[in-house]
Structures are given as structure tokens and as C-alpha cells.
């Protein structure tokens, strides 16, 4: 199964500060990788998709980059109400595979 | 709009069977997409269980395949989660999810399944 390595697990960051987490295969995945935000209690949302392609309805700050191995959801400018885990997904082997996560929270 | 709404029991005996099912509105599951279940513990990350095809087709997680089985009601418009012999390790959040091009657009607001004697 494809590993998929997200750093940081964790940050703090300020409302505006710009927020990057990368997201690492452990093996090429060409393009097929999606991020997805989640809040407590809440299922995941879909924010980027095919590695770089902002899903409709996601504010622009909100940007997706890369492709292979490495990979990096950028929030240009961070919002009180961006403050959640991050996760990354890839679909280009079954098993389906996740990042650990990113938990990014208030400064 | 999608929306997804799975539903079953809260609490399931250890060794026994879990059953799931995820009733679709706003769109028919023969449009010829894969739909996703997944998983999350509490506290931890998420996991995925298997897809399965409008087909009938599915691909489920080699760590869970001995003990997995999704199926499609095309009639109802839903789908369901078979997970046999459970144990705590089980006991997790389940969701249902759309699958647009491997990517999953719309989920379910997830149903906690607690495994306990």
C-alpha cells in the first residue's frame, strides 16, 4: 500500500499568517491526490482535487500543488473558520490511503 | 443536491456482524460511479474500507477484505456495509461517500458504531 506522510502533524498559526502542509507518497501517484478538510464531528470536505484543482465552492485562498511524490496544500491566508485537520488522499493504487493528518489551530 | 445519511445500530456485540446502509438522495447510484466506505476511531485518522462500482464491482482494503461485503440497492437507492466478527478495534465513526473520478465530493455525516458487550 501507497504511505502517505503529511508534515507538519501539527501547527499554530495566526488568522492571516499563510499556512503550507506537505504530503509525501512513498510512491509516485501522478496526479491522483485529493486534500480534504475536516472539523470535529464533522464528516471531510473535499477542498482540492487532482492534486490542484480547487473543488467548487472552496474559497480561492485554499491552493493545491504537485504531482509523483510530493505534494502541498497552501492557505494563503488563514481564516478563523480554516481552523481544522487537514488530510491528504491518494486514488491512483487501491488500497485508497490517507496522510495522518494535519491539525492546525489558533496562535 | 447529494446527500448521503447512514444509518444502523450504535452498539454491536463483540464476534458479531456490523451492517451499514447509506440511503442517497439527489442522485441515482446507477449513474455509473464508484461510492466509498471509510472509517475514522475516535481520535484518529482516516481509514478506507472499499468502493464498490454501480456494476457491483468492489475493491475493499486488504487489511479488512476476509470480513468485508458492500452491496448496492439500486431500488432503494442505497448502500450497504457488511463488517463480520467485530472487535473494539472496530468501534469507529463510518462513512458513506461519493466518488467523482476517485475523487469523494459528497459524504455522509457518518454514524458511530461502537463495538461492546
Known amino acids: 500500500a501507497i504511505q502517505l506522510t503529511q508534515s507538519p502533524s501539527s501547527l499554530s498559526a495566526s488568522v492571516g499568517d499563510r499556512v503550507t502542509i506537505t504530503c509525501r507518497a512513498s510512491?509516485?501517484?501522478?496526479?491522483?491526490l485529493a486534500w480534504f478538510q475536516q472539523k470535529p464531528g464533522k464528516a471531510p470536505k473535499l477542498l482540492i482535487y487532482?492534486?490542484?484543482s480547487l473543488e467548487t465552492g472552496v474559497p480561492r485562498r485554499f491552493s493545491g500543488s504537485g504531482s509523483g511524490t510530493d505534494f502541498t496544500l497552501t492557505i494563503s491566508s488563514l481564516q478563523p473558520e480554516d481552523f481544522a485537520t487537514y488530510y491528504c488522499?491518494?486514488?491512483?493504487?487501491?488500497?485508497?490511503?490517507f496522510g495522518g493528518g494535519t491539525k492546525v489551530e489558533i496562535k | 443536491q447529494v446527500q448521503l445519511q447512514e444509518s444502523g445500530p450504535g452498539l454491536v456485540k463483540p464476534s458479531e456482524t456490523l451492517s451499514l446502509t447509506c440511503a442517497v438522495s439527489?442522485?441515482?447510484?446507477?449513474?455509473?460511479?464508484?461510492w466509498g466506505w471509510f472509517r475514522q476511531p475516535p481520535g484518529k485518522g482516516l481509514e478506507w474500507i472499499g468502493s464498490?462500482?454501480?456494476?457491483?464491482?468492489?475493491y475493499y482494503n486488504p487489511t479488512l477484505k476476509s470480513r468485508v461485503t458492500m452491496s448496492l440497492d439500486t431500488s432503494n437507492n442505497q448502500l450497504s456495509l457488511r463488517l463480520t466478527s467485530v472487535t473494539a478495534a472496530d468501534t469507529a465513526v463510518y462513512y458513506c461517500?461519493?466518488?467523482?473520478?476517485?475523487?469523494?465530493?459528497?459524504w455522509g455525516q457518518g454514524t458511530l458504531v461502537t463495538v461492546s458487550s
Open positions: 461517500a461519493k466518488d467523482r473520478n476517485g475523487n469523494f465530493d459528497f
Open positions: 439527489g442522485y441515482s447510484i446507477s449513474s455509473g460511479d464508484y
Open positions: 464498490i462500482y454501480y456494476g457491483g464491482r468492489a
Open positions: 510512491q509516485g501517484v501522478s496526479s491522483a
Open positions: 487532482d492534486a490542484s
Open positions: 488522499q491518494q486514488f491512483n493504487n487501491f488500497p485508497l490511503t
